[in-house]
C-alpha cells in the first residue's frame, strides 16, 4: 500500500513561486498514476493537475495551465508540484493522491491520500 506525505507549503506573496513535494512509500509507487488536487475555505475539493505514471503526459486545471507544472521521480518514489506566478486564489490546502495505473480528474476515484499542506497568497 503507497502511503503519501506532502510538503513545501506556506505563505507566500502574489506572484511567487513554490514546490509542492509528495513522498510516497511503497514499491508499488511507480505503477500509480498521481493527482494534485486543492480545497479553499469553503470551497469543495478541486482539481489541480494529474500526471501518469512514467510522467509521460501531464494535465492540469484551466486555471493554473501555463502557471503550474507537475513531475515526479519514481527513483526517489515523489511527486512534485512547481507553483510559478501565485495568486491569492490559489490559496488552499493543497493533497496529492494516488490512483493505480490510469489517471483521472476526479478524486473521489483516487483511493490514496496524504494529508494536505497549506498554501497561503497574501500581499
Known amino acids: 500500500q503507497v502511503q503519501l506525505v506532502e510538503s513545501g507549503g506556506g505563505l507566500v506573496h502574489p506572484g511567487d513561486s513554490l514546490r509542492l513535494s509528495c513522498a510516497a512509500s511503497g514499491r508499488a509507487f511507480p505503477s500509480y498514476a498521481m493527482g494534485w488536487f486543492r480545497q479553499a475555505p469553503g470551497k469543495e475539493r478541486e482539481f489541480v493537475a494529474t500526471i501518469s505514471w512514467n510522467g509521460g503526459v501531464s494535465n492540469y486545471a484551466d486555471s493554473v495551465k501555463g502557471r503550474f507544472t507537475a513531475s515526479r521521480d519514481n527513483a526517489k518514489n515523489a511527486v512534485y508540484l512547481q507553483m510559478n506566478s501565485l495568486k491569492p486564489e490559489d490559496t488552499a490546502i493543497y493533497y496529492c493522491?494516488?490512483?493505480?495505473?490510469?489517471?483521472?480528474?476526479?478524486?473521489?476515484?483516487?483511493?490514496?491520500w496524504g494529508q494536505g499542506t497549506q498554501v497561503t497568497v497574501s500581499s
Open positions: 493522491a494516488a490512483r493505480p495505473f490510469t489517471s483521472s480528474y476526479y478524486s473521489h476515484e483516487y483511493p490514496i
